[in-house]
């Protein structure tokens, strides 16, 4: 399945934003699906993760409280919302999916989207 990512951009401290993952020429039917990130000069670091069909999510601790995943089948899009962004939230966001289990570890996941950046401004 190929992945893209969308919904990045600049914004200010405080400020929202929604990252959306669809899947072209494909569906997200029976993936669960990822959402990592990485800033400059750092690992890339889990974010969230829902299961198939939805029923299960996690969030990071980073981001706990301020993220929320979620996923709509019949648009076959998988969402990240980010509320009150702070400069560390600053990097580039990816979706990733697997079939092999509902898990938070990039390693579990086969498909990656090419990502999109995300910049929080203080």
């Known amino acids: 399945v190929q992945l893209q990512a969308s919904g990045g951009g600049l914004v200010q401290v405080g400020e929202s934003l929604r990252l959306s993952c669809s899947a072209s020429?494909?569906?997200?039917?029976?993936?669960?699906m990822g959402w990592f990130r990485q800033a400059p000069g750092r690992e890339r670091e889990f974010v969230a993760a829902?299961?198939?069909?939805?029923?299960?999510?996690r969030i990071a601790g980073s981001v706990k409280g301020r993220f929320t995943v979620s996923r709509d089948n019949a648009k076959n899009t998988v969402y990240l919302d980010m509320n009150s962004l702070e400069p560390e939230d600053t990097a580039v966001y990816y979706c990733?999916?697997?079939?092999?289990?509902?898990?938070?570890?990039?390693?579990?996941?086969?498909?990656w989207g090419p990502g999109t950046q995300v910049t929080v401004s203080s």
């Open positions: 990733a999916a697997t079939r092999r289990g509902y898990y938070d570890h990039e390693s579990e996941f086969d498909f």
């Open positions: 020429g494909g569906t997200l039917s029976f993936y669960y």
């Open positions: 829902i299961s198939w069909p939805g029923a299960r999510s």
